[in-house]
């Protein structure tokens, strides 16, 4: 059974940091493409960053610079630190997965970024 449960989500002012993390079971992260989606308010979901089983990652241009996905195979978990949160970073944020053939999601964890 895979599952992906996110967590570290919160309420902060704009400047500030948050890391979320998604622990993985009935799969091993370091072997497969994770994903990190928000989806806004009123808005289509969008990835924002992902890590691939090299370790290389890539970034949507609205996070560059700002937000730095990383893994931890000890753990199985995946991280996303963004800095210098800006309101519109306000979101649902969720882990992805693909594998057996179809996609896996958590639940998701809410970010809110607001003065």
């Known amino acids: 059974q895979v599952q992906l449960v996110e967590s570290g989500g919160g309420l902060v002012q704009p400047g500030e940091s948050l890391r979320l993390s998604c622990a993985g079971s009935g799969i091993s992260v370091s072997g497969i493409t994770v994903h990190w989606y928000r989806q806004a308010p009123g808005k289509e979901r969008e990835m924002a960053a992902r890590v691939l089983p090299p370790g290389s990652t890539s970034y949507a241009d609205a996070v560059q610079g700002r937000f730095t996905v990383s893994r931890d195979d000890a753990k199985n978990t995946v991280y996303l630190q963004m800095n210098n949160l800006k309101p519109e970073d306000t979101a649902v944020y969720y882990c992805?997965?693909?594998?057996?053939?179809?996609?896996?999601w958590g639940q998701g964890t809410q970010v809110t970024v607001s003065s």
């Open positions: 992805h997965v693909f594998t057996l053939g179809r996609p896996f």
